[in-house]
């Protein structure tokens, strides 16, 4: 069970078509670490910090959700917010 869930985020996936929905932090941090287009830039850097810092408890899910959707907005993966 993951302990720190969101209202689902839509991106693409490195697979043409495909699409994942991101329901937690701890999803949207794997999804950063693993599967993300091109691992550079502020945005990118930014949701990555934000997730791990939310992770430790010194940033909350909200901004771990909006730093991943600006950043999925800035690699132009970003599909929609909820379901």
Do not use: C
């Amino acid at each position: 069970m993951r302990k720190f869930p969101f209202e689902s985020v839509t991106v693409e996936t490195k697979k043409i078509g495909a699409y994942r929905n991101i329901t937690s932090v701890e999803e949207a941090a794997e999804f950063l670490l693993t599967d993300w287009p091109a691992r550079h830039g502020p945005t990118y850097l930014a949701a990555r910090q934000v997730s791990l810092d939310t992770m430790e408890g010194t940033r909350t899910i909200d901004e771990a959700r909006a730093a991943f959707i600006e950043a999925a907005k800035a690699a132009d993966i970003f599909i929609r917010e909820g379901n």
